[in-house]
């Protein structure tokens, strides 16, 4: 793999990642851009003991282009992205509208309880193809196996950030979930603290230590290999269920059968086991209903600094349909209390899903 690393005409970082030496990666960026915006500013809720970032510039962030102006895709001679190369493998960018960074501004008190502090941190874009049409799940193993080069380099990378406790790779996928550009990436939000379904999951682990011994993540993983009924998928080194709890409709857990904290730890077997299996994975939801399924697919990495020995690296992936023409909507019960209620039985979505495994 080539790593080139590159500016944007607004200072911003860019970096390629190539499986042939030889790419010229000399290509400028000179567009004329507006100075990059400062950090968002944290307000700490009291009563959930929560910080919220609030982002004013994301407003204005890009929506929704159409493909010839995407600015996702390579640059051509009559259209400048934010690529600047003619083509690319992979290539991951500081966000131009970011929800966390390092650019600092000045921060007031806004009175209340609530304390303000800055959003430092830093927000990348990944793009997994340079092919405007393609998705996640129509990638070589090859091209996977890249994306996982780029995650793993950008975990290790952005870890090593003053200020930054949690570093998070994620994609959202399909206009339901609300994207707002149509090209084929991901994100990476390194996050200023240890976010509350981490702070909730770690809790459980410690106390899962504590009264029984051993990783929680662990146990979970050989209970569900051990039931098999949920089991989606799985290889020598990967295990993809639905949890016996299931909040969303159609809900993946992919664990490696090794327990490390974050990306950067996995083998290259364990890179190259990960790719089929997922791809898979994906393949069998947009098979469910014949269309294109929405979904989230997150990685929980453990925190930075606190409570490592506790993570276990894991995928989170779930979608909001439901049925054929049917979404699953945050209402009353989840967005006000938090508390789920799911239309859907895990072990029929879990045999539903295995029927499409490579169908």
Known sequence: MKRTITQLADGREL?????RDDADRSAIDRRPLDPRPVASELRYDPLTEEWIAVAGHRQTRTFMPPADECPLCPSSDTRASEIPAHDYDVVVFENRFPSFSMNLGTYRDVGGLSEVRPGVGR?????????HSSSFSRLSDAQVELVMEAWAD???ELSAIDGVEQVFCFENRGEEIGITLTHPHGQIYAYPYVTPRTRLQLGAAARHAARHGGNLFADVLAAERAAGTRVVAANELWTAFVPAAARWPYEVHVYPHRQVPDLAALTQEERAAFAPLYTSVLRALDGMFGVAMPYVSAWHQAPVRQERELGYLHLEL???RRAPGKLKYLAGSESAMGAFVNDVLPEEAARLLRSQVDH
């Not at 970096?15 to 499986?19: A, K, S």
């Not at 927000?123 to 092919?131: I, K, M, N």
């Open 15 to 19: 970096i390629y990642f190539d499986r």
């Open 123 to 131: 927000c990348e874009v990944v793009c997994f193809t340079s092919e």
């Open 154 to 156: 950008r975990t290790a």
């Open 318 to 320: 779930f979608s909001i």
